[in-house]
C-alpha cells in the first residue's frame, strides 16, 4: 500500500526558470524574495513556487545553500543540455516522475494531462482541481525535455 505524503508537489511550469533560480541561489544564498522575483521575471507568489521546486528535489537546503545535487547541475562545464539530463536523472527519484519516464521510454511519446493527474493523485492528496494543475507542471517539465533531446530523437 502507497502512503500518501503531503510534500509540497512542484507547481512551477518551466524548467529554464528551475535552473535559473538555482543559479540566482548559487550567486547569492542570501537573495531576497524581491530579487529573485526581479531575476525570473515572476511574481513573488510564484517565486516560491520555484524555490519549493529547489527544496523538493534536494538542490538547496533550508539554509539557501547548494546541496550537492545543487552543485552538480551548476558545475560551469557543463552545457544547457547536459544539465537537462542532470537534472531529468535527479526528478525521476520521486515516484510520479519516475513512472512518467518509464511511460515515455516504453510509449515514446509523453502521457496525457488524466494519465499524469491519476500517477499524482496515487501518491498524494490535494482537492481534485489540484492534481490537474500539478500534471500541467509535470507535463510542461518532460515536453521541454523532449524538445530539448533529452530523450534522443523523439519529438514532444
Known sequence: MVTKNNDIFPQA???ILVLTALQKIKEN???NKEE??????VSSRQVDYYVNVLYYFSLITNKNELTLKGQYINDPVLNHHEKLIILKNIIIEKNVFKEIDCYITSNKEIPSR???ATLIE???KYAPSTYFRRADTVRSWFVYFINNNVYGGLKG
Open 13 to 15: 511550469n518551466s524548467i
Open 29 to 31: 544564498k542570501y537573495i
Open 36 to 41: 529573485m522575483s526581479n531575476a525570473l521575471e
Open 114 to 116: 488524466n494519465f499524469i
Open 122 to 124: 496515487k501518491y498524494y
